[in-house]
């Protein structure tokens, strides 16, 4: 449960409503309990929210739901408000009837993180080290002990969080915010308004090697990995995702993609606009994926592939080939108790000689 | 293999066996070597212990690597020690006669691991940006660099190491444990007796964002992540593990809880005491998974569902619907050699239609 | 693209061929351009390469591309050249023929990112912490806000990046780079001439726990972890990784092994020297890896296993079995589009009962 906003900063419904953009709400209905247009401190799930916030409900599935929450306001289909208009006794909380319930949650989840945050004073934090020939617009804010690299530009309004470490030549736009201990290797790009969490490594070098006979058997020799790593604008990436520099191109991220906790992308990838990838996927050298892709978690996408726009891939599926066509692919190994898993799992091996017995039959 | 302590800190083996809790020991005999009652510097496995060194063997199995040890005692179960008693020549080493010798090799390693340790000194190294808000007990110890954000507070006997980060109104109980570099965002709470290691995130945002038409083509607005993460008692946390905070709700991690490294668990999670997750696992939001569960390594399991309590996941499993009994379940696709593998994955594209013709055949 | 070198300070073909090791170029051919030994700036890919930089073909299939660069020079095969010496009108691009394209191109890579790399300053920076006893060789760099405790050796010419720590008792070899935020803990022990990137963990506890019936039903005891991590020479540590310390005895990567991003090594496992072990794999616990293995991306080892030299292993692969011969070893579902995995991922469940019904058939 989020902390409430201190009721001196609250709100009032009718003012909150007014505070957030779009034109979504249809109109507001009050509760049969005491305020006409209550004061709004927070915003709670139906089952958690208490008596000072405002909830949500995106389907009719959820109804019952909805006579247990302790909410003095919540946002409502049409369909739904029709019912509770015929409800007897009248609900005790304030109705706001809304085509797009998850969407004006989202809106008023976004004004109440700006009331939460602490205001905002830009400066550099006396324990940082920042390179004299470095560029920081004023209005920046650069934490404790974070280190910015020679030649660095920093965009107006963005932060960086205590314990980053910004290489050389590093550029970042303006409106972005780095959580603390993000590391951007030397000459790697950043676009405006990025969200880069904590632990977040862009810029390290791909995994390129080639044997080399003039070493010991097996050894390998490193290829140095000259290119670097592009983010576009409006990108998100989260904690402890890893984002490798191009060997000689650079790896391109482009603007609004977002990209989950504990991603690996390799070197020479290119990930088109509004693509994004869920927690622990990773995606191998030199693939390309389009735009407006959905990327599940933990899944593998080989290197040197072209995954198209459009394409939607379930969780843990692993790609080894190209995808032309939009679409939904999917490949998880169905799992079961595990003597039954057992039992399955050893006619895999047998799978073509099944076959062929079973064309033998339909022969005979 | 261990660092051995100073032979003046070592302790005799009657020593170290009254020091360590539990009532464990049914017998000590002695070795046919020099020492009734031999010191002990340290604990290694039976192929590489010293000649100052204890060590253990588990299961009779492992009888002929007890012939080879040079360990100068060894814990041993009654039925190893019958065998043993009857060895012509007596055996060199020590027996500890023990039902429960892994227990006890536990509780014993835990006696060296606190001698080992240097001595804890508490303070607040200079180098580190603590918030005078901040309200830290006397007891702690915080690292160099480290830097604790307003209103936090740290319970008697935790440490804090170098280059940790924690935002503001963080809580942290007693005797709780932060490697260098963890990371806990704004209002994460922490239990007592937690250890965390390097490179864990705690409570960046969850993954939450929602088509907004008001915003280009196939753009995502993000929601905010309003909840936190709340961490029990006793649970440890291995290194660079992710664990989300909560869209509303907040994510919880109940008592006793072990987490191995390179886990994710998305927001909203709940996962119930003394359950233990291997590494590289990720569990996607809202999910909720019982007490005393065990998760195999590599395992992923889908956002929305309910796994009951005692249930256990083979590594590298794949969730993707609810579990409601207790017991073990796997869904790994068989290795092999990888033109065998070819020869069979290819007849997986044909398993529904390999299935109708079995039926027309018998229908035959 | 990578930044070019300044004019002032890029060589002519001629000496930077002189300037790379290996005796690898048959024969030099000037291009019809306006250089016989042009001025080469940077190193780039055909599509990508400006009239300033140098490229290389390393297949007759990319000769379509040839026609389209803008690069100076471009490193080609004898064959390839054959076809270039008759081309009317020739060529405008100068050709280094040579019968191993890649090689050149690696080392000519090595030598610019020598040319890049900003002149080397040994010192310590004023805001590390440096216990007094450590041993830090006079050629050392160690940058901001690092920490290095107490009794450290650190070996000539390395440089630890900003941030980084090193618990008591770390030893690091001549020549490694720590990039910044590499987290050592104490005893750990690197060779000569490691590149660790960002946000790398050694040594952290194993995940080593065993029930305790003196604690609450379910509860874990933990097994503190006694051994290390021992690194090798010449290896190569991605982004985030992390590899723990040995329950008793110690993890060991042995000389040459290159490890990618996000990689997970669990307590006590030995791999062999020349091992490549690509993004997001991880290995289980006391599993030994042989020599020269190749392990491909999120592949996912199960702990106390035995893999021979020479063994490769498709990326997505979960080996769950000891591999005695060298290969190629693969399992990975076939992904589909999601319709058609849904029917035929149904029959996975029955595989067992339908060898029995074709067995039936074939009775008949």
Known sequence: MPVLLDPARAPVLSELLRAVPGGLVQSVVPGSGLHADPRIAGLGSLAHASEQEIS????????????????????????????????????????????????????????????????????????????????????????????????????????????????????????????????????????????IHSGVVLGADGFGFAPDPSLSKGAWGKIPQLGTVIIGHDVEIGANTTIDRGALDNTIISDGVKIDNQVMIGHNCQIGAHTAIAACAGIAGSTKIGSRCTIGGMTGISGHLVIGDDVHISGGTGIIANIEQPGRYTGVYPFAEHKEWQRNAAVVSQLSSIRKRVRA???D
Chains 1, 2, 3 share one sequence.
């Open 361 to 363: 039959l339909e022969r």
């Open 56 to 195: 949500f409900i995106v389907h009719p599935k959820y109804l019952d739901h909805l006579a247990l929450t302790r909410a003095c306001t919540v946002i409502v289909l049409p369909e739904i408000e029709e019912k509770l208009a015929q409800t007897v006794p009248a609900p005790r909380f304030a109705r706001v009837v809304c085509k797009h319930p998850y969407l004006l949650y989202a809106r008023i989840a976004q004004w109440f993180e700006w009331a939460r945050r602490p205001a905002y004073e830009p400066g550099i934090h006396p324990s940082a080290i920042v390179d004299p020939s470095a560029q920081i617009d004023p209005s920046v804010l650069i934490g404790p002990h974070a280190v910015v690299g020679a030649r660095c530009t920093i965009g107006a309004m963005s932060q960086i969080g205590a314990g980053c470490v910004l290489g050389d030549d590093v550029e970042i736009g303006a409106s972005s915010i780095l959580y603390p201990k993000v590391t951007l290797y030397y000459g790697v790009r950043v676009g405006d308004r990025a969200i």
